[in-house]
């Protein structure tokens, strides 16, 4: 059988947000968020906080009620019902990569007797994740019997489309890209559908935690609209989500125990 975990990294640092990761939606700070839609997942154990701060690492406990705890530094630590995984400077600066911080962790699993690894990747800027498709999800993790799984959650790019995008040349004239050309006099309805990675979920199998990969060639999709895709990567993301209405997010679980 596998062994499901997720993973939910929540660096400190932040250049396009402020302390991103503590912002507040809905009355909760993401981080927060992301745990609670871990525990519609996998069990509490299987719950792992990759984190740098201190402060992040205190507010999780203020409201899980996690009275004490170890920390080791890139290592795999209790933390009340959850784990730990504090990271070094190695693994938090602004270069380093996702995939080098989940092969961190493998690693800190395998040392603890754990082997037939998969991992579900919980991104806390992704605010908003409903029961529908956290159960679908979680159907998914529990019947994968696959060590190459991969899973990505996607939005349409609507009118973003790369039919109409252009680049800029040095003399500042601009270039269609290509592999668009039948459809750069299409409709908007008539454009064929393309897809943008949304940062909702990633799953993970562990031959690509290995070769330190995020996804394969050809993953798995999970389509999501908005509101459940709003990705914060900037402050006008960040006003967006926090404008979102109660009602158009009353179905995630972070909704029902405000």
Same mark, same amino acid.
């Given at each position: 059988m596998n062994s499901n975990y997720v993973i939910?990294?929540?660096?400190?640092?932040?250049?396009?947000?402020?302390?991103?990761?503590?912002?507040?939606?809905?009355? +909760?700070?993401?981080?927060?968020?992301?745990?609670?839609?871990a525990k519609e997942l996998v069990p509490n154990e299987? /719950? /792992?906080?990759?984190?740098?701060?201190?402060e992040i690492i205190s507010a999780v406990a203020r409201f899980f009620g996690i009275k004490s705890f170890s920390v080791e530094m890139n290592?795999?630590?209790? $933390?009340?019902?959850? $784990?730990?995984?504090?990271?070094?400077?190695?693994?938090?600066?602004?270069?380093?990569?996702i995939t080098e911080v989940l092969f961190s962790i493998y690693e800190g699993l395998s040392?603890?007797?754990?082997?037939?690894?998969?991992?579900?990747?919980?991104?806390?800027?992704t605010p908003f994740r409903n029961k529908k498709e956290l159960r679908e999800v979680k159907k998914i993790?529990?019947?994968?019997?696959?060590?190459?799984?991969?899973?990505?959650?996607?939005c349409s790019v609507g009118d973003q489309h790369p039919a109409r995008m252009y680049r800029l040349l040095p003399s500042g004239e601009l270039a269609e890209l290509g592999g668009f050309e039948?459809?750069?006099?299409? +409709?908007?309805?008539?454009? %064929?559908? /393309?897809?943008? +990675?949304?940062?909702?979920?990633?799953i993970i199998g562990r031959g690509l935690i290995q070769a330190k990969l995020q996804y394969n060639v050809n993953p798995m999709?999970?389509?999501?609209?908005? %509101?459940?895709?709003i990705n914060i990567d900037?402050?006008?993301?960040?006003?967006?989500?926090?404008?979102? %209405?109660?009602?158009?997010?009353?179905?995630d679980p972070n909704s029902e125990s405000l």
């Amino acid at each position: 059988m596998n062994s499901n975990y997720v993973i939910v990294p929540a660096r400190g640092g932040s250049k396009g947000v402020l302390n991103k990761n503590l912002q507040i939606i809905s009355g +909760r700070e993401l981080v927060i968020r992301s745990i609670i839609h871990a525990k519609e997942l996998v069990p509490n154990e299987n /719950i /792992i906080l990759s984190t740098d701060s201190d402060e992040i690492i205190s507010a999780v406990a203020r409201f899980f009620g996690i009275k004490s705890f170890s920390v080791e530094m890139n290592s795999i630590s209790k $933390y009340g019902p959850f $784990y730990l995984h504090k990271r070094g400077d190695d693994l938090s600066n602004d270069k380093a990569l996702i995939t080098e911080v989940l092969f961190s962790i493998y690693e800190g699993l395998s040392l603890l007797g754990l082997r037939n690894l998969t991992f579900c990747l919980l991104q806390p800027t992704t605010p908003f994740r409903n029961k529908k498709e956290l159960r679908e999800v979680k159907k998914i993790l529990n019947g994968n019997i696959d060590s190459s799984i991969s899973l990505v959650s996607v939005c349409s790019v609507g009118d973003q489309h790369p039919a109409r995008m252009y680049r800029l040349l040095p003399s500042g004239e601009l270039a269609e890209l290509g592999g668009f050309e039948a459809a750069r006099t299409s +409709r908007r309805q008539d454009l %064929p559908k /393309i897809y943008i +990675r949304d940062g909702g979920y990633y799953i993970i199998g562990r031959g690509l935690i290995q070769a330190k990969l995020q996804y394969n060639v050809n993953p798995m999709s999970l389509i999501r609209e908005n %509101p459940w895709s709003i990705n914060i990567d900037t402050e006008h993301d960040l006003l967006i989500a926090q404008s979102i %209405p109660d009602l158009e997010i009353a179905s995630d679980p972070n909704s029902e125990s405000l």
